[in-house]
């Protein structure tokens, strides 16, 4: 029934739309509808952005970003203090703090966390090129933002643990209260955390 | 900041991406990251599959249907019933109750409904080719299928006067308590339309 009633190419558009993060199948239809809808204004326009897209997407090699230029362009650019690096599970923890403007430092995405129920383990993480980089001298500093989950910290201690016989001084993320963020709604263990490592006022 | 680590042709479907139904900025651009680390089994895909759509994408003359063709395939249905016209307000609306498999009918699509406020009047609606269809003849059931909200029920109002001159019997959708529904979690004008249409055990 459904299929008899949709062209092949709208319902190879809906299939494809499900699988993005965010989209079921009930709304990849809604979007794919509202795309024919606008079809010059904005179907058009997706077509040639996905094909430029994937022409032009690159994995950095230096630090595992996703960016049009290998390296990229956070790698090459030469106001980026090369003694600071920050440590991330993925891109978009990168991209996270790059719009938070966090960080004046290089980066290194692991690409994910340990995980041995996942069959996750080091070498499936971008850990021995990190120790490497770190290893060839002139980082001062590893900064761990990994996730504050039980699997983010795993990771941040064996990395800590790998980095042991460099000269780097290795920092995580401070835990506490987010800003803007209300006591009563907050988790005892951010609690605690807040609490342990309050500053002078 | 943001621009600066984004190469333009990711930030380009960044943009576009937030233009889609239940994507936001936030969402689309983990949607565009998740594309990017597929690039191969899902952005070339997805490019190939928008620009194909694209090409075909056709707006039904009949029916108003989107479709890969026009006539769209429901109206070139020889199984189709074309004494019946079910009048919806949107192509989603039809695919619904194509999905649903709730008519043998055929199709025609307003392109919204009456709103004064918004300045929609019934000549910006598909609503003179539907009389134009149903006083041409051979149609004996105009089923108004449109929302239950007010605007809907405003147009299925007008859309009845409209129609009064032709040999056409006009009825809509029934209401009553959605199938799997709970009668606590209704609204009262729900159970009233219930009780007054209830039918014999």
Chains 1, 2 share one sequence.
């Not at 997407?57 to 960016?67: A, E, F, L, T, Y």
């Not at 993480?125 to 504050?148: F, K, T």
Request: glycine share 10%; with cysteine.
């Amino acid at each position: 029934m459904k299929t008899s009633t949709i062209g092949p190419e709208i319902e190879r558009l809906i299939q494809l739309l499900a699988r993005l993060p965010g989209l079921g199948p009930r709304s990849a239809r809604r979007a794919a509808l509202h795309l024919m809808k606008r079809r010059e204004s904005l179907l058009e326009p997706l077509a040639r952005a996905t094909a430029e897209a994937a022409a032009a997407v690159k994995v950095c090699s230096v630090c595992g970003n996703v960016d049009t230029r290998d390296p990229c362009s956070v790698c090459t650019d030469p106001r980026r203090d090369p003694a600071t690096l920050v440590v991330v599970e993925d891109v978009g923890d990168l991209w996270a703090l790059e719009r938070a403007g966090a960080t004046r430092g290089r980066y290194h995405v692991l690409g994910g966390t340990l995980s041995p129920l996942d069959g996750i383990g080091p070498d499936d993480l971008s850990i021995a090129p990190l120790v490497a980089r770190v290893a060839a001298g002139g980082i001062d500093e590893v900064i761990l933002a990994v996730n504050a989950t039980v699997e983010g910290q795993t990771t941040a201690h064996y990395i800590t643990d790998q980095l042991a016989g460099t000269a780097a001084r290795v920092t995580r993320l401070a835990h506490g209260v987010p800003v803007g963020g209300e006591l009563d709604y907050l988790d005892d263990g951010t609690l605690a955390a807040a609490m342990r490592s309050r500053t002078p006022f």
